[in-house]
């Protein structure tokens, strides 16, 4: 009677003790969760306090055929607080779309566990989608293609990087990649408009 006592108790504590180790495993993954979407909304709050207008200029390529030009970027807040517009024109255009003039627009937010990026391309008119990281010094959330949709056939945009240098300078890069896998790289000095 007494073994039997004793292996009913025994039967017991590996049952509790399974328990609970799997208990502390679902809440091992879930604190996991937590901090993976914790690291998303922190990217997104650094990207969102860049609203605002900025002025600068734009480096494109390298070499004896790198141009540059003075550039404008608005980006604003919108969506009850769920999405970053981020809008790019070339200095002294217009913004007016019914001339011809339209600009690329990139649109930021979170997708469950993911900063994502939509990148409505003005001449390639596609829609390629990038997911934002923040670096551990949090000055930089570098965005990494996931897919494209409306076509390659003339490239598309491929990576992005945005540094955040102090409240009233960022610099960003942007890489598009040629039908041929030839990537063009564009880097943008940018100060906030007072």
Not at 81 to 103: C, F, Q, V
Request: proline share 4%; net charge negative; glycine share 8%.
């Amino acid at each position: 009677m007494k073994a039997i006592s004793f292996l009913s108790c025994a039967l017991m504590l590996c049952v509790a003790t399974v328990a609970l180790s799997q208990s502390e495993m679902r809440k091992a993954e879930g604190q996991n969760a937590v901090a993976q979407e914790t690291s998303a909304q922190t990217a997104f709050a650094r990207m969102k306090a860049l609203a605002g207008s900025w002025k600068g200029t734009a480096a494109m390529g390298a070499g004896p055929g790198a141009m540059s030009a003075p550039v404008r970027v608005t980006m604003r807040v919108t969506s009850g607080g769920d999405a970053l517009l981020h809008e790019m024109m070339p200095e002294g255009r217009t913004a007016d779309p019914s001339n011809g003039d339209d600009d690329p627009l990139t649109m930021m937010y979170i997708e469950g566990d993911r900063l994502m990026l939509t990148h409505y391309c003005d001449s390639r008119k596609n829609r390629p989608r990038m997911v934002g990281t923040l670096s551990p010094d949090g000055k930089t959330v570098e965005f990494d293609f996931l897919d494209v949709s409306g076509g390659t056939k003339y490239g598309h945009m491929h990576h992005a990087v945005f540094t955040i240098i102090d409240a009233d300078h960022h610099t960003e890069d942007w890489t598009y990649v040629s039908p041929e896998n030839k990537a063009d790289h564009a880097h943008i000095d940018l100060v906030r408009v007072k």
